[in-house]
C-alpha cells in the first residue's frame, strides 16, 4: 500500500530564517506531487505540482520554492520567510492515471 | 478555464436528519468531480468521486454524490448524519483538458447530537 509522510508536524520559525518542508511517498512510481497552502482552516492555494524528477511548476509567485531531487520526494523550501508565510502546508501525492489525490497530516508553520 | 463553488461556508444540521453540501462547477470540457473531508489540523481524505457512468456516486462513511449535468452540479449527501460527520468538506473539479484539479474553498459541516 501507498503512505505519504510530511514532517515536522509543527513548526515555529522566525522571520528571515530558511525553510525546508519534506515529503516523501512510499509504495507508488513516478507519482504527482503537490505542494498546498491552506490559512485559517479554509480554502487551499496550490503552490507547486511536480510531474517528475526536476519538473516543478510554480503557480503563485512568492519567495518560496519546491525542489524533487528524487523520485518520492519533494521539498518547498524558503531563504527568507515572511509572516506571511505562516500557515498549514500540505503535500500531496496521485497517479499519473488517475487524479485522486492523498494528502499527507501537514506541517503546521508559525512564523513570528 | 476550470473553477468550482461552494456557496454555503457552513452547514449545520441534526444527528440522524439529512445533510447536503452543495458544490457547482464550470469546465470547458467534461469534468471529473472529487469529494474530500478534512478533520482539524489533519490532511485531507478522499470520499468520492465522478469520472463517468451512473450519475449516483457512492463513496466512503456512507456518503454519496449526485452529478447533474444541467446544473452543473455535484452536491454531497448523507441520508442520516452522525455527529461525527462534523468537519471540513471539499469539492473540486478538473476539466478533462486540463492538468490539474482546482478545490473549492470548502465548507464546514456541523452536526449537532
Known amino acids: 500500500s501507498q503512505t505519504i509522510h510530511q514532517w515536522p508536524a509543527t513548526l515555529v520559525q522566525p522571520v528571515g530564517s530558511p525553510l525546508s518542508l519534506e515529503c516523501t511517498v512510499e509504495?507508488?512510481?513516478?507519482?504527482?506531487l503537490y505542494w498546498y497552502r491552506q490559512a485559517a482552516g479554509r480554502g487551499l492555494q496550490l503552490l507547486f505540482y511536480?510531474?517528475?524528477?526536476?519538473?516543478i511548476s510554480s503557480e503563485v509567485p512568492q519567495n518560496l520554492s519546491a525542489s524533487r531531487p528524487q523520485d518520492r520526494q519533494f521539498i518547498l523550501s524558503s531563504k527568507k520567510l515572511l509572516l506571511s508565510d505562516s500557515g498549514f502546508y500540505l503535500c500531496?501525492?496521485?497517479?499519473?492515471?488517475?487524479?485522486?489525490?492523498?494528502f499527507g497530516a501537514g506541517t503546521r508553520l508559525s512564523v513570528l | 478555464a476550470q473553477s468550482v463553488a461552494q456557496p454555503e461556508d457552513q452547514v449545520n444540521v441534526a444527528e440522524g436528519n439529512p445533510l447536503t453540501v452543495k458544490c457547482t462547477y464550470s469546465?470547458?470540457?467534461?469534468?471529473?468531480l472529487f469529494w474530500y473531508v478534512q478533520y482539524p489540523n489533519r490532511g485531507l481524505q478522499f470520499l468520492l468521486k465522478?469520472?463517468?457512468?451512473?450519475?449516483l456516486v457512492k463513496g466512503s462513511y456512507g456518503f454519496e454524490a449526485e452529478f447533474n449535468k444541467s446544473q452543473t452540479s455535484f452536491h454531497l449527501k448523507k441520508p442520516s448524519a452522525l455527529v461525527s460527520d462534523s468537519a471540513l468538506y471539499f469539492c473540486?473539479?478538473?476539466?478533462?483538458?486540463?492538468?490539474?484539479?482546482?478545490f473549492g474553498d470548502g465548507t464546514t459541516l456541523t452536526v449537532k447530537p
Open positions: 511536480s510531474v517528475g524528477i526536476g519538473q
Open positions: 509504495g507508488t512510481s513516478n507519482p504527482n
Open positions: 465522478y469520472i463517468t457512468g451512473d450519475n
Open positions: 473540486a473539479v478538473r476539466d478533462t483538458n486540463a492538468g490539474k484539479s482546482t
Open positions: 469546465v470547458s470540457g467534461n469534468p471529473y
Open positions: 500531496a501525492w496521485s497517479k499519473v492515471t488517475s487524479d485522486i489525490q492523498y
